[in-house]
DNA sequence: ACTGAAAGGGCTGTGCC
DNA sequence: GGCACAGCCCTTTCAGT
């Protein structure tokens, strides 16, 4: 992992398409340099897989939430979260610290879907009760920050 | 948006690399046909980019956090959004309903580094107070489901 | 809106530095 | 580890339906 595989990884972060020539392009190396760091990259489970984005709302998803999961005393957190994954309206868990066991975000089409959703949520074994924040808006997501900007930004804040 | 759109949309959310030929393969178009609607359903804003993604502990950032923000009584939230956007380790934000104005997810190197950020988190303009919780492990994230399957969980429900 | 053809370019393996 | 080359497949455009 050099600077070249960083530079490379944030080059597919902002585009997942580029062609191993254009990137070869950017940081200075030919397509076939590219391709077979690329394949390390893979192979090592740093660059974990592409996805195309998709507007939510577009598809009929037009309804997120954050939930908070509190665990009952009884009940493993594996088979809490084995039982999230088979909810396809549930798009990412989180086990955290604090009074929740999970926190996750759903994605639904209605208000009366989340109404349902959470309940299929407190039938699972092992959930207690759950605190629902309703999104808005969504402002941002996911959004393709290289660490190395990250790096600089606390950097900066350090020298405050 | 016919069932078609929705196939190639599922394929490219599974694999954002996916050629056009192979697509074409799944669908039983043509790759010239699959390139013509991928085309559209970029412009419509359907389909918004295509991101590698990278495990984060492989690029340095090991710690993340969920933090809620909660508004003073001046300021606005859309100028507390654009501060938001300004940070790195900010990667998410969403509007919510409730007592915060925003949850943002945060990801940084090291514990320290959070501390870092939610000092500057505090400091914007408009923000009182923030709540944090730390993710302790990442179970799923982001995870490709189709609308279809999301729509057919939820129509089981509905019969249960 | 899709197909099929054709030209151009990218992909990806091999051999070599 | 990277490069150059080469064969193949894919992309992309365009006429035809």
Sequence with gaps: MDALDRQIIAALRANGRATYAELGRQVGLSASAVHERVGKLEGAGVITGYHAV???????LGVTALVGIHPSDTGDDDDVAAALARLP????????????????KVRVATVDDLERTLGRLRRIDGVARTHTTVVLSTRFESRPNSPEEVAGALLASRAE
């Design 54 to 60: 998709v507007d939510p709302r577009l598809v009929g």
């Design 89 to 104: 309206e549930v798009e990412s868990c989180y086990a955290v610290a604090g009074d929740e066991a999970f926190v996750v």
